[in-house]
């Protein structure tokens, strides 16, 4: 292969673990039930949390992946259950199968009477009436609970009136404006229950993150106690960070050079350890990329032993919950050798014996890249992590700078409650459920909130009467509010010749993703959009298998909508965080062969998309670009490739993921009146992101400039400065004159960092 794709390798040694004896709160039944499960000695972490949400005190489990989290909650919870033959718990995750898995693991405790229950959207209709009358601890998931139970809680009453623990797992997954809408929909929860008269004790587990007292109680509304000290056995883990070789044979755009894939190099690696046995999950970056990674080394397999090709499959959201339930199944009990799958597997689902674990391209967070790789060596067991660097800014300064990735401290959770793009619409259910009184209103952000209500008010939605503010419609707003932030109901991706549903995406990445003539992957198979219809959430396609592949085309506009805070630098720099309009409209696709060639490109009529977001910009004057050396002609490839690389290392100083966030850069914007750089978040009302790039630009932009500098291709190529959604097709780019456009930028900030606010 010539180059050698391995970058550096890490031993992580082994850690005992340390057992304590059971609490004497703790009955004997309980204990023997958790004893026939393998559990003789709880750990000392366990036993600290469960203990003090005994004791009644809002807990945070913060340890790392494999250390026990569950019973942590489920010894408090079963205590409760089994001493008031009428109380109730509730038990939130963040995907569906891992309630599934957690049900699983609670029910074959065997405790009587707890007749603990699944209430979720793969719930079938007959089975909910007996879950709502009959389940004393029902596991769901936010989006259930905000659409099925909440307005409907006079049906859930006696379950409410005595609502003893709150559960939320793997609560680190909830960031941005999921996470938001979240911290929201637990504060609707606290409200309901103190209608009914119950208090529940919160108990949150979370991968170990930063300030995790902090993001807990901004999260739940209450104050949380945080145990962050892992008393479990782990064993010894190498971890290897992979930077896929260059092809030789191959140019990019631009004439670029061009690594070999990350999904290619992952396929490689995953076929090589399941031909030596190892039990293997690859985590890839995106659906399509699961389906790819999948698909590529069942056929390597094929050509090395028939019986391998079926040990090997991809898992990603937007299946259907029978192919989910069956891949977790043959996961479960060793079927499957090798599995490709996308985040959908990080949080919690008890995979036990895996050898390794490859993770192609950062997945967005410290928190998030370890939660991926404590999957392997479960038990205590070795195990192998291979990271695979994407070709990418922020995966190669990653596998160049080992030490930004293996020492740093994992991330704080971001999270925007106040954000009045969720606010207006959770209090909007909110009132739907029980009307808002001015006492209610300082737990869902006081003035702020206030401020929601008074306009909610103006446009007829809410009434205020004496006793509160009441919602004034007969139809409920709950549907209408989509807690993922992906923009509204689900497009359903439908065959066209047998109607049958392949799976669903978000509507914010239709127009991207599904447009008409898109190649679509489900399971391996490709299909040809036909027709993609907004209005009625359809995208109908054909089963075809082209050697090409489709990639978008993109134009985007942003303008300044408000200015929350700016500093001026002189008269050759200013910073700035506001509200802006970002327009994009897909105008058209390219057709690109494996290699590269671009076949043709297909103009599309689709309609503009415009986003009220926040975001972060600085603005540059003419005079010191011309000090800088930055020609004229030159601007708009200097201000492009710096934006595309400041997109990819802004997710080193937010809990972020690059295609959370997108750019726009122009050498004379409308607003600004000057050269300007804008780094924006890709969510209604903003998700935090760009907040956190204002608070760290230094550091930011540093990163950037070093990674532009120290990339050894000669004018900009993916690892530097070209972006994979840059709707321009990466033109035009300049990588000399983005290191002298950050070099002037940093400059002069560092220099006059003192400066007062203009």
């Known amino acids: ?329 043959s996961l479960a009990d060793g079927s499957l050798l090798g599995v490709a799958s996308t985040n959908a597997l990080e949080l919690g689902v008890d995979i036990a014996g895996l050898d390794a674990v490859v993770v192609a391209g950062y997945p967005g967070t410290l928190a998030s890249f370890w939660q991926q790789a404590g999957r392997a060596g479960r038990a205590g067991d070795s195990a192998l992590v291979v990271f695979v660097a994407q070709d990418n800014p922020l995966d190669t300064y990653l596998v160049h700078h080992p030490s930004a990735m293996l020492d740093k401290a994992v991330e704080a959770t971001v999270i925007d409650p106040t954000n009045p793009y969720v606010l207006g619409p959770q209090l909007a259910c909110a009132a739907m459920e029980l009307p808002l009184t001015d006492a209610c209103l300082s737990t869902f952000g006081g003035a702020a909130a206030r401020r929601v209500v008074d306009e909610l008010v103006g446009d007829g939605m809410l009434r205020r009467r004496p006793t509160g503010w009441f919602w004034t419609s007969r139809e409920r707003p709950h549907s209408s509010v989509d807690i993922r932030g992906s923009g509204g109901e689900q497009i359903a991706v439908v065959e066209t010749d047998s109607a049958r549903m392949l799976g669903t995406v978000d509507p914010g990445s239709a127009c991207a993703t599904v447009h008409p003539g898109a190649v679509y992957l489900h399971q391996g198979t490709s299909f040809v959009v036909d027709d993609l219809d907004l209005e009625s959430g359809l995208a109908m396609v054909h089963r075809e298998d082209p050697e090409w592949s489709t990639m978008p085309r993109e134009q985007i506009d942003i303008s300044v909508l408000s200015t929350v805070e700016r500093r001026a630098f002189g008269a050759d720099v200013s910073v700035s965080l506001g509200e802006v309009a970002v327009t994009s409209h897909v105008v058209g696709y390219l057709r690109r062969l494996p290699s590269g060639q671009v076949l043709d490109q297909i103009p599309l009529d689709l309609p503009e998309q415009t986003l009220h977001t926040r975001a972060v910009w600085y603005t540059l004057s003419e005079a010191l670009l011309a000090e800088a050396g930055v020609a004229h002609r030159d601007v708009p490839g200097a201000l492009h490739a710096a934006e595309h690389a400041a997109i990819g290392l802004l997710p080193l100083f937010a809990t972020c993921d690059r295609w959370d966030i997108g750019g726009v850069s122009t050498a004379l914007h409308q607003d600004t009146g000057e050269a300007t750089v804008f780094v924006h978040d890709g969510h209604p009302g903003g998700a935090g992101f760009a907040d956190r790039g204002h608070t760290a630009l230094i550091p930011w932009l540093t990163a950037t400039r070093d990674a532009i500098a120290a990339c050894e291709c000669p004018a900009g190529c993916p690892s530097c400065v070209q972006s994979p959604k840059c709707g321009n097709g990466n033109e035009p780019l300049d990588k000399a004159g983005a290191v002298a456009v950050l070099d002037a930028v940093l400059r002069v900030v560092t220099a006059r960092n003192q400066s007062p606010a203009a």
């Not at 469960?50 to 942590?72: D, E, P």
């Not at 009136?161 to 809408?181: A, K, M, N, T, W």
Request: charged residues 20%; glycine residues 6%; contains cysteine.
């Open 1 to 329: 292969m010539g180059e050698n794709p391995l970058r550096h390798v890490r031993e992580l040694p082994e850690r005992p673990a340390t057992s304590v004896p059971w609490p004497d709160w703790v009955s004997s039944s309980l204990r023997s039930a958790f004893a026939g499960c393998g559990v003789s000695a709880p750990w000392a972490h366990q036993v600290e949390a469960a203990t003090r949400a005994h004791a009644g005190r809002h807990v945070v489990v913060a340890t790392g992946t494999a250390s026990g989290k569950s019973l942590a909650y489920q010894v408090p919870v079963l205590t409760a259950l089994a001493a008031n033959p009428r109380a109730t718990a509730l038990y939130l995750s963040p995907t569906k199968a891992l309630g599934a898995d957690q049900l699983r693991s609670a029910s074959a405790l065997g405790v009587a009477e707890v007749r603990a229950a699944s209430f979720d959207g793969d719930t079938p209709l007959p089975e909910r009436d007996w879950v709502r009358a009959h389940s004393r601890w029902v596991f769901t998931n936010p989006d259930m609970l905000h659409r099925g139970i909440l307005p409907a809680h006079a049906k859930w009453a006696h379950f409410f009136r005595r609502l003893s623990y709150v559960v939320v797992d793997e609560c680190h997954g909830y960031r941005g404006v999921f996470g938001s809408h979240v911290a929201l929909l637990l504060r609707r929860l606290r409200r309901v229950a103190r209608r009914y008269g119950s208090d529940p004790v919160f108990v949150l587990a979370s991968a170990t993150v930063s300030d995790p007292a902090d993001s807990a109680s901004l999260l739940s509304g209450v104050p949380c106690e945080a145990v962050t000290l892992d008393s479990s056995p782990r064993g010894a883990r190498t971890v290897a960070l992979w930077e896929p070789p260059l092809l030789a044979e191959l140019a990019g755009e631009n004439g670029a050079p061009v690594r070999r894939s990350a999904g290619a190099e992952t396929a490689r690696i995953l076929t090589d350890l399941v031909v030596e046995g190892a039990r293997t999950l690859a985590f890839v970056r995106s659906r399509r990329g699961a389906e790819l990674t999948a698909l590529s080394a069942r056929h390597a397999l094929s050509e090395v032993d028939s019986s391998l090709p079926s040990r090997v499959a991809a898992y990603r959201a937007g299946f259907l919950p029978e192919e989910r339930r069956a891949l977790e199944k």
